[in-house]
């Protein structure tokens, strides 16, 4: 898919214009298919290079956009405890961010550069972080829905072939467990609150449900990447298959909350065991992806303006490693 036309002796040219003969594609895919992990040295297709440095950095970018949303709410949460629990539970967020960026360093490309790809617009994160957190209840929400569909994404990419990307992800998973954890503990709090309370839970549950079942991405038939990724097992369900999988774990938590999920269609099929679900609006996801969504310029206004403001934090490091560099040398 990613590889350009076969030259006469049966190499691939590449888009750094080195060749990939057909016999170390076939020695890469069998180690694919033999379960082995790809580590950073190992040789590896430049369009296997290519397909993680770009999820493993928009993973990165979407968990450093991704803090703004709770960020909004940390000076406003209810209590002393869930202000520390939101603290936290940010702060992993940022932790996420830098294990990612350092495995996408692994394949080449440096921070720099997928921060720049970022900022300059090029690279994506993900459409969820576009949407506004307007009350307390939506810091719920996003822990239970949000974390809930990126713990469905993110487990079976624990065992992702490639070796630096399934172990940064295998700390993830667990803390996204906690994140997950503590949104349903808002929700819970909340639908056994007041009559407010429990408009407020449902009022949040109408707004992120949609966007949450999008994050999945576009469906199998529109997913330009997912036939290649996994095949490289990079990717080990497709966007569908993660989406049908989160909807029916999450429905029977909705009903537990006494909550109703916002999809009249939306039934479970006792033949297949699965829920089926109304027509997602894959023209607000586009528009969303495309910098159309609610805050898609608040986001990234805000993060240029802290990149901006840690530009003498860089100086000062680099400032730092040229004396030590210096130092080493003498
Ligand atoms: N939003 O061929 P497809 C978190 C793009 S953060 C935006 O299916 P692929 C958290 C896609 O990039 C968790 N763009 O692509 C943080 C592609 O465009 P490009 C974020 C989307 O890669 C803080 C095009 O559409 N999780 O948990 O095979 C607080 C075609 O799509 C979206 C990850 O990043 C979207 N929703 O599959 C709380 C997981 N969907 O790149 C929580 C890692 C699709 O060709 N990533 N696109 O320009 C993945 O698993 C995959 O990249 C995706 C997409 C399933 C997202």
């Known amino acids: 898919m990613y590889t350009q036309g076969l030259d006469q002796k049966g190499q691939t040219a590449n888009n750094r214009g080195t060749t990939e003969s057909q016999e170390q594609l076939a020695a890469f895919q069998r180690r694919i298919d033999a379960e082995e992990k790809i580590e950073a040295k190992d040789w590896m297709p430049e369009g296997y290079r290519r397909t993680l440095v770009r999820q493993i950095s928009q993973h990165a970018h979407s968990e450093i956009i991704g803090m703004q949303p709770e960020g909004n709410w940390l000076t406003r949460a209810p209590t002393l405890k869930r202000k520390a629990i939101l603290l936290a539970k940010v702060q992993d967020e940022a932790g996420h961010g830098l294990y990612l960026y350092s495995a996408g360093e692994t394949l080449g490309t440096s921070r720099d550069q997928m921060v720049g790809d970022l900022l300059s617009g090029k690279a994506k994160y993900s459409s969820i972080f576009n949407y506004p957190t307007l009350t307390w209840a939506d810091i719920g929400a996003i822990g239970w829905l949000v974390d809930g569909a990126a713990i469905m994404n993110q487990i079976p ?162 400032a730092y490693a040229d004396k030590q560099a210096a130092k080493k040398a003498a």
């Not at 991405?217 to 490289?232: C, E, T, V």
Request: hydrophobic letters at 40%; glycine letters at 6%.
């Open 157 to 318: 990419l624990c065992r992702c072939s490639y070796g630096p990307y399934a172990r940064a992800m295998v700390r993830v998973c667990k803390e996204e467990s906690f994140h997950q954890r503590q949104g349903f503990d808002i929700m819970l709090a909340l639908s056994r609150g007041t009559a407010a309370q429990q408009a407020m839970a449902q009022d949040a549950l109408n707004r992120w449900w949609w966007p949450s079942i999008m994050m999945f991405g576009p469906n199998d038939s529109n997913s330009r990447h997912s036939a290649q990724s996994m095949a490289w097992k990079i990717k080990r369900f497709s966007n569908d298959e993660l989406r049908q999988k989160f909807i029916d774990v999450t429905v029977p938590q909705a009903e537990f909350l006494g909550l109703k999920v916002p999809d009249d269609d939306l039934e479970f099929d006792k033949l297949t065991g699965h829920y089926r679900f109304g027509e997602i609006d894959w023209q607000e996801l586009s528009d969303v992806i495309a910098g159309n969504g609610p805050c898609n310029r608040q986001r990234m206004a805000r993060r240029r303006q802290a990149h901006d403001d840690g530009a003498w934090v860089r100086k000062a490091a680099q």
